[in-house]
């Protein structure tokens, strides 16, 4: 393949096209036996989804794999908003290991598409298994282009040589500001502000923070690295405290509305439950038209954090029927909105591996750098009552 100038490597008009994504052995290759938390760092869905748009018009989009993993079942809702059709393709389970039967079934539906659908000129396909040359040249037979994605690491040289065209995944990852360079470990070592320990010991992924270089991974004497004072996203920041479930508003100015809302609601009566609360949020003469589950949601945050009170303590009596009122704390919408986001802080701080840094609490609640010292406030705050002090 010809060597093309850094600027226009990977510039192509778009064409007509399949996305095929064996994204199980796109995770296996990102994953150097990280956790799942760093999966969601490294993988930079969103870049990868913007990268694809760029190279086609994608007339068919499909995401491959065991869904029942958990280390892929936390992009299927992310992969489904961006209009991938998601296939299930279960794996052997056997002790210690599993076998990826992905690669067979993207195999067949390429064939297929080429065979059927004359219209398809280009296909991006995302894996560096080598069992995908004999695809690649199936497809180039019949007048395709192939474009093949994945991470160096993993990714076979026969296939990045016989594709028209092979994108390395760090060229994802740069473009969502994550990875830009490598470096030996001798070096890393060597620099003043470099990590105290071994980096052949990394595991994970960790961006640098704070101007505190991370390792990102460790392979074979080199040392995959960040950019200082990159903090991971707000949508990666979610994933990790596993708020997805929650419906968190990520918008500080119509989440505070809605606290603010559910505060003057709760206020107004002697007593209210969960019900009459839902009613009053969902009309629209409030401003919001709140759905019952984005309301319970909130609530849920709320009562974990012990804004409400019950005033009736019949267990029999269903909870969105009990009657609860403001506590102490909460009485005012600026001691309602603190306990919220201080629950939503101590979701993070339970769920991250490493403890989360002010300025990730930051970018988790959406909010600006002069709002950082009531992240640090608030992460002290979650802090005690994790540990219960």
């Given at each position: 393949?010809?060597?093309?100038?850094?600027?226009?490597?990977?510039?192509?008009?778009?064409?007509?096209?399949?996305?095929?994504?064996?994204?199980?052995?796109?995770?296996?290759?990102?994953?150097?036996?990280?956790?799942?938390?760093?999966?969601?760092?490294?993988?930079?869905?969103?870049?990868?989804?913007?990268?694809?748009?760029?190279?086609?018009?994608?007339g068919v989009r499909r995401a491959y794999g065991d869904w029942r993993v958990r280390d892929l079942n936390q992009f299927q809702v992310e992969l489904y908003r961006s209009g991938f059709e998601i296939v299930q393709v279960l794996g052997r389970l056997t002790p210690g290991a599993r076998k990826n039967s992905s690669d067979?079934?993207?195999?067949?539906?390429?064939?297929?598409?080429?065979?059927?659908?004359?219209?398809?000129?280009?296909?991006?396909?995302?894996?560096?298994?080598?069992?995908?040359?004999?695809?690649?040249?199936?497809?180039?037979?019949?007048?395709?282009?192939?474009?093949?994605?994945?991470?160096?690491?993993?990714?076979?040289?026969?296939?990045?040589?016989?594709?028209?065209?092979?994108?390395?995944?760090?060229?994802?990852?740069?473009?969502?500001?994550?990875?830009?360079?490598?470096?030996?470990?001798?070096?890393?070592?060597?620099?003043?502000?470099?990590?105290?320990?071994?980096?052949?010991?990394?595991?994970?992924?960790?961006?640098?923070?704070?101007?505190?270089?991370?390792?990102?991974?460790?392979?074979?004497?080199?040392?995959?690295?960040?950019?200082?004072?990159?903090?991971?996203?707000?949508?990666?920041?979610?994933?990790?405290?596993?708020?997805?479930?929650?419906?968190?508003?990520?918008?500080?100015?119509?989440?505070?509305?809605?606290?603010?809302?559910?505060?003057?609601?709760?206020?107004?009566?002697?007593?209210?439950?969960?019900?009459?609360?839902?009613?009053?949020?969902?009309?629209?003469?409030?401003?919001?038209?709140?759905?019952?589950?984005?309301?319970?949601?909130?609530?849920?945050?709320?009562?974990?954090?012990?804004?409400?009170?019950?005033?009736?303590?019949?267990?029999?009596?269903?909870?969105?029927?009990?009657?609860?009122?403001?506590?102490?704390?909460?009485?005012?919408?600026?001691?309602?909105?603190?306990?919220?986001?201080?629950?939503?802080?101590?979701?993070?701080?339970?769920?991250?591996?490493?403890?989360?840094?002010?300025?990730?609490?930051?970018?988790?609640?959406?909010?600006?750098?002069?709002?950082?010292?009531?992240?640090?406030?608030?992460?002290?705050?979650?802090?005690?009552?994790?540990?219960?002090?």
């Amino acid at each position: 393949m010809a060597t093309q100038p850094e600027s226009e490597r990977f510039r192509t008009q778009p064409a007509p096209g399949a996305v095929l994504l064996d994204f199980e052995n796109l995770v296996h290759g990102l994953s150097r036996k990280q956790d799942s938390e760093s999966l969601v760092e490294v993988a930079c869905l969103r870049a990868l989804c913007a990268l694809v748009r760029e190279l086609v018009h994608p007339g068919v989009r499909r995401a491959y794999g065991d869904w029942r993993v958990r280390d892929l079942n936390q992009f299927q809702v992310e992969l489904y908003r961006s209009g991938f059709e998601i296939v299930q393709v279960l794996g052997r389970l056997t002790p210690g290991a599993r076998k990826n039967s992905s690669d067979i079934r993207l195999a067949v539906d390429a064939v297929e598409l080429a065979l059927l659908e004359p219209n398809l000129a280009r296909f991006v396909i995302a894996s560096g298994d080598r069992d995908m040359i004999e695809i690649v040249r199936c497809l180039q037979k019949h007048g395709r282009e192939v474009i093949v994605i994945a991470p160096e690491g993993s990714a076979s040289a026969d296939l990045s040589d016989i594709c028209d065209r092979f994108i390395p995944y760090s060229e994802v990852q740069r473009r969502a500001g994550l990875v830009v360079r490598t470096m030996s470990v001798h070096a890393l070592r060597s620099e003043p502000s470099g990590p105290a320990r071994d980096p052949t010991d990394a595991d994970r992924v960790e961006p640098w923070i704070d101007g505190a270089p991370r390792i990102v991974e460790a392979v074979n004497g080199s040392a995959l690295v960040a950019p200082a004072a990159i903090v991971p996203g707000q949508s990666q920041l979610v994933a990790r405290a596993r708020l997805s479930n929650y419906r968190y508003e990520g918008d500080p100015v119509r989440r505070r509305r809605i606290l603010d809302a559910i505060h003057t609601a709760a206020r107004s009566a002697a007593g209210f439950t969960l019900g009459r609360l839902r009613t009053a949020l969902a009309d629209p003469a409030s401003g919001l038209e709140l759905r019952p589950g984005d309301v319970n949601k909130c609530w849920t945050v709320l009562y974990q954090g012990r804004a409400f009170t019950p005033g009736t303590l019949d267990e029999e009596v269903p909870l969105q029927f009990r009657t609860h009122v403001l506590a102490a704390d909460a009485s005012s919408p600026e001691g309602l909105t603190r306990i919220y986001e201080r629950g939503i802080v101590y979701k993070l701080l339970e769920n991250s591996r490493s403890e989360p840094t002010a300025g990730e609490v930051r970018v988790l609640l959406g909010l600006q750098e002069e709002d950082l010292g009531w992240c640090t406030t608030l992460l002290d705050e979650a802090r005690r009552l994790l540990r219960g002090t």
